[in-house]
């Protein structure tokens, strides 16, 4: 086990989480190699063939997959890859390079209420991410307000208002219909108001009206800075990592629409496609983006920093792995 592995107590549950979350990706890809992770000894001759199927399979994307494998054959070639365990630690060294750029921390300044905006498609989890970040930063001692800006569904408003609710987070909303830019407004100036430390910002997310989407975020954008120049001081996307590679339209539809600054990888858990991170790291808008957070599951708890290492080792570890780290 590397010097990376998960060490704390609080770090080994939430990998055993995150492996959990990702148990279908993982065997899509392990049922695609036959037992290259599960103690072949011997590097067979069809191994790196099955090895390409299998990343493809679960959305690693092919530029990242072609790279991976022509490495891989390029040491096999030159034996410095003696066996399959050898194989599978080039494997996971190579996969933890790719994800590298992406792991970022999530750093708000404390001298000004920092407004953050979540943005994506219906459905994805936005309300559910901005709840269980709320209770996050309160953790951490922040104050935390929450604005209702996706005022076209009822259901997103009573949802943010729940987690409010539950947490004891202020929430500032309108009814259904109101003009998002105007909520949104009112929150940053109460927010300001009570010297509250971030706002957590929700937005619409629909892609069946398109230039509605990108105008009505262009708006709120502006209607913001009015309060204050450099709002929002971070603009995130959350992603469902069950689409695949439809998640690379979707951050250039919202990058342009708002500017995205960072990720969130919602609903690992369940989805045989995580591979798509890998694709996030290669392509070109999306690789000078940081992953902030993955979600695993539905508990408050499940939102956790994403961390390179552990993700790879958690998509490929075998079971005695997972036992030593368990």
Do not use: C
Request: glycine share 8%; charged share 20%.
């Amino acid at each position: 086990m590397s010097q990376d592995a998960p060490s704390s107590a609080e770090e080994k549950r939430f990998f055993g989480r995150l492996r959990e979350g990702l148990a279908k990706t993982r065997n899509q890809l392990t049922s695609g190699v036959g037992n290259l992770l599960l103690g072949e000894k011997e590097i067979s001759a069809g191994a790196l063939e099955d090895l390409e199927t299998a990343l493809l399979t679960t959305d690693v994307g092919v530029e990242t997959t072609r790279a991976i494998i022509d490495e891989l054959t390029t040491q096999v070639t030159r034996k410095q890859l003696a066996n399959m365990d050898a194989l599978y630690a080039a494997l996971h060294r190579l996969m933890t390079q790719r994800l590298a750029r992406l792991e970022k921390p999530l750093k708000l300044a404390s001298n000004t209420t920092q407004v953050v905006f979540f943005v994506g498609v219906n459905g994805v989890g936005k309300t559910t991410t901005i709840g269980k970040l709320a209770k996050r930063l309160m953790a951490e001692g922040r104050s935390v307000m929450l604005a209702a800006g996706d005022t076209f569904r009822a259901a997103a408003v009573e949802q943010l208002q729940a987690w409010g609710q539950r947490n004891n987070v202020p929430v500032i909303a309108q009814s259904q219909g109101s003009d998002a830019a105007s909520v949104v407004f009112d929150a940053v100036q109460a927010a300001q108001a009570r010297n509250v430390d971030v706002l957590l910002v929700d937005t619409a997310g629909r892609l069946q009206a398109k230039t509605q989407l990108m105008d009505e975020l262009a708006k709120v954008r502006r209607v913001v800075q009015r309060l204050d120049p450099d709002a929002p001081h971070e603009v995130i996307l959350v992603l469902d990592g069950g689409v695949g590679q439809n998640a690379l339209s979707q951050v250039e539809l919202f990058h342009e629409a708002a500017g995205v600054t960072g990720l969130v990888v919602s609903k690992l858990d369940g989805t045989a496609k995580a591979g798509v991170v890998f694709a996030i790291a290669q392509n070109a808008l999306t690789e000078s983006l940081p992953i902030y957070f993955v979600g695993v599951g539905e508990a408050e708890d499940d939102l956790r920093p994403f961390v390179a290492d552990h993700f790879v080792r958690a998509l490929l570890a075998t079971d005695s792995e997972s036992e030593a780290i368990s």
